[in-house]
Each structure stands twice: as C-alpha cells, then as structure tokens.
C-alpha cells in the first residue's frame, strides 16, 4: 500500500531540520521545537495542515522580526540544496507557505526569498498570494524571472500566475484577462527546457478555457516555427481538441473526412462495477483513411438524474490504409478518485472531433455491493 503523503515529513526529517536551524540560529530550541511539532494534534493532521504546523512551531522559535527569520531560513534552505536531496522537494515547501502566511506585509524581502526557496521545491502557491495584493509588482517581477538562466527560476514565473493552477486557488484577475500572464509566456515561447515548456503549456491550457480565441490565435502563429513551440501548442490545447475544436484540429491536421465509415461496433449491453467494458469497430474509406484523432467519451450516470461527460483517447496518427479496425476496453475498477452510479450510460466514437456512433450501455452493481 502507497504511503500516505502526510508521512513525508518523517522525525528524521523535523529531526535534521532542527539541527540545521539551530546551527543558524543559535537561540533555537530544537528540543521544544521537536515536541511542539510531535504534540498531540499532529496524527490527525493532513499534509496541509501538518505544513501550516511545522510553520507555526518554526514561527514560534524563531525571530519576530521577519527579516531576520528570513534570513536564517535562507541559510538554513542552501545548507539543505547543498545536501542535493531532491527527494525533499514536497517536504521543503514548507519554506514557501512561512512566506506565504508570514511575509505578505514584506513583499520585497519575501520576493527575494522565494528566488530561493522555488530551487529544487516550488513557491507556485506563495506566490500567487502576492499577485493579488501586489499584482503589478509581482507580475514586473515575474517578466524578470521568465529571463533568469536558472530554469526552475523560469519556470515560477509561468506556473505561479497560471490562471487555474491545481491545489491552488485560482486567479480571477487573470481567469477574466490574461495579457499580464501572456508578457510572461511571450518571454518563454522559446524555452527549450522541459520543466519550462510544461508549465508554459499547461498555463495557456488554463487560459484556454476562459479565452479559446486567445489560444487558438497563439497556436496559429507558434504551431510549425520550430519542435519546441510545436510542443507547447500540442499540449497547451489538449482542452481545446477533447472539445473537438475544429479550427484546432485544422491547425493540427485533423480535417473532417465525410466519406469515412464508422461500422460493424461492437460491444456488450451491460458491465458490472470492477470490470472492463470491450468494445469495437471498424472505419473505412474508399482511399487512405489519413490523419485521425480516434477518441471515445462515456455520459457518466451522475446523482439526480444527472450525467457528466468524459473524453479518453485512443489514438492520432497518419492511416495509410484504407480500412482499420480499433479494439479498445474501458475499465470500471472502483478507485477513490471516481464515483460510478449504476444506471444507463452512453458512450460516443469521436473521429477528428465528430461523434460518428453512439450507444448505450447499463452498468451494474455487484450483486454482494450494498445500495
């Protein structure tokens, strides 16, 4: 069994944290602060909580002044990059989130922290704090970061101001109009580092869900300038082709084909909850088939009579034949992350963005589940 991520902060990691505080500040108690962190509340806190925690004992054992503490925490940060762990990186952010709760009437010093502490961790989430207080600054500061020549520097400036970042709050000045954001990416376009053109993607996939034209005008003008770019529009638009967007599609050479023939599906009529669904089919074409996106989406039973569509992919490539038969099997394994209701379900084959055949098909329970 997978262990539980609230465990990364282990005793021998508060433990060699201690002694490193200690060693640059020499008023730390490790002991009180160990104990404080170990108290009694600490096994029924989540990961989260257990972070705030840790900041709220680091808080009360180091200096009020918050330059100072700071600066301890600074020192304290490279001793531990020099240790080149980078299996710590979930546990270090605890040096973003004291920025985060305790800096925010500091900007410039905790500016300049966050330089730090985003090595080898992240500071995505603190930072997006200073964006809404101190949105100019912030966003002139981040323009300088998209041209610093350490990529995990980069990097924040793009995945801290993305508009929807996951486990983060959203950004509603930048949901609503993104030109600040866009200076930033505009900087990036080119990046050729892997952990920068993710995020540089992933951003203007946020952004394409409140401004569609504004990424489909971007990907018109990046799409073929070169293999990095090319990159970062395929996956920047990944939202925009599950949609079945057909000006995206064009751009990617997915056109609609009205002589292919989508026939001979099969399929099962019912599936129980832990188990597989198969289905098949066959599409043809009196020439090549060509360039297709394949995809099926399942209408998920929901409560109240309710359904939630979901796309999956299958494949995209150039067909050289004429005739191709596609096996596909979707599994209804029970996982914590998804709810499955019994009832009548409804899946769709999609080609190049067009549902060509849907039917449906009835999930059942297991007969030992109870309702």
């Known amino acids: 069994m997978a262990e539980l991520l609230k465990n990364l902060y282990t005793k021998e990691y508060i433990n060699s944290l201690s002694l490193l505080l200690s060693k640059n500040y020499s008023s730390f108690n490790s002991n009180n ?13 989540e990961l989260k909580q257990r972070m705030r925690h840790i900041n709220n004992c680091m808080y009360n054992h180091l200096p009020k002044d918050y330059e100072k503490a700071i600066f301890i925490l600074k020192n304290t940060y490279n001793e531990i990059l020099n240790k080149k762990d ?18 925010l009437d500091n900007c410039d010093i905790s500016i300049n922290a966050m330089q730090t502490f985003t090595l080898s961790s992240t500071c995505e989430f603190a930072i997006r704090q200073y964006i809404l207080k101190y949105e ?6 981040m323009l300088l970061w998209a041209k610093d020549s350490n990529e995990e520097i980069r990097r924040l400036a793009s995945e801290g101001c993305r508009p929807r970042l996951p486990w983060a709050f959203a950004l509603p000045i930048f949901k609503k109009d993104p030109s600040k954001v866009l200076e930033v990416l505009d ?65 990617f050479g997915y056109k609609q084909n009205k002589s292919i023939i989508l026939d001979n599906f099969k399929m099962q009529d019912d599936v129980t ?41 299958i494949a995209q490539k150039e067909f050289n034949e004429s005739s191709k038969t596609i096996n596909k099997k979707h599994s209804f ?35 030992n589940d109870k309702k």
Do not use: P
């Not at 951003?203 to 003008?221: F, Y």
């Not at 088939?289 to 039973?301: A, N």
């Not at 914590?336 to 059942?364: D, P, S, V, W």
């Open 86 to 103: 980078k299996s710590e990186a979930l546990q270090n952010m605890i040096f973003q989130d004291y920025v985060e709760i305790y800096g």
């Open 33 to 45: 602060f160990i104990n404080n962190v170990f108290d009694s509340s600490w096994q029924n806190l």
């Open 187 to 251: 900087i990036l376009q080119d990046d050729t580092a892997m952990y920068v053109k993710k995020s540089v993607a992933n951003n203007l996939n946020d952004i394409s869900k409140d401004h569609e034209d504004i990424v489909i005008d971007i990907a018109k003008k990046w799409y073929g300038q070169n293999e990095h770019k090319n990159w970062i529009i395929k996956h920047a638009c990944r939202t925009l082709l599950k949609q079945g967007n057909q000006e995206i599609l064009t751009i």
């Open 333 to 367: 394994k029970l996982i914590n992350t998804r709810k499955y209701y019994a009832g009548i379900h409804k899946i769709n084959i999609i080609i190049n963005g067009i549902i060509m055949h849907t039917q449906k098909f009835e999930l059942k329970e297991k007969k």
């Open 273 to 313: 909850m832990g188990e597989n669904i198969e289905f098949s089919f066959n599409l043809s074409d009196e020439k090549n088939l060509g360039k297709l996106r394949i995809e099926y989406s399942i209408d998920f039973v929901r409560l109240n009579n309710k359904s939630n569509n979901k796309v999956f992919f």
């Open 136 to 141: 100019d600054k912030t966003m002139k500061q």
